[in-house]
């Protein structure tokens, strides 16, 4: 199956801005969906932006006008674009791929926002 490895995370402060990384080591073309999502201890993994083949993406409402999530399939890269970010953010962010018969997920890459 694809494997996925994020970067880009790292601590800022809030209201910064963070751009992450989501490379694959097969084609994104190919899946139904690419997504992000995050989780902070103690607390349930939740989306924070997926993106369909076809071009449809879907955001919360904690992330929406803030985020923006895009794919390039030429590099096989997904992005996550996080700006005004709020403490409230801080999570290990995850990238997903959902082929249908399978999903792959990433290591995760820490973002931390605290002044």
């Known amino acids: 199956q694809v494997q996925l490895v994020e970067s880009g995370g790292g601590s800022v402060q809030p209201g910064g801005s963070l751009r992450l990384s989501c490379a694959a080591s097969?084609?994104?073309?190919?899946?139904?969906?690419m997504g992000w999502y995050r989780q902070a201890p103690g607390k349930q993994r939740e989306l924070v932006a997926t993106?369909?083949?076809?071009?449809?993406?879907n955001y919360p409402d904690s992330v929406k006008g803030r985020f923006t999530i895009a794919r390039d399939n030429a590099k096989n890269t997904v992005y996550l674009q996080m700006n005004s970010l709020k403490p409230e953010d801080t999570a290990v962010y995850y990238c997903?791929?959902?082929?249908?018969?399978?999903?792959?997920w990433g290591q995760g890459t820490q973002v931390t926002v605290s002044s």
């Open positions: 097969g084609s994104i073309f190919n899946s139904y969906s």
């Open positions: 993106i369909i083949r076809g071009g449809g993406i």
């Open positions: 997903n791929a959902d082929y249908g018969f399978a999903t792959s």
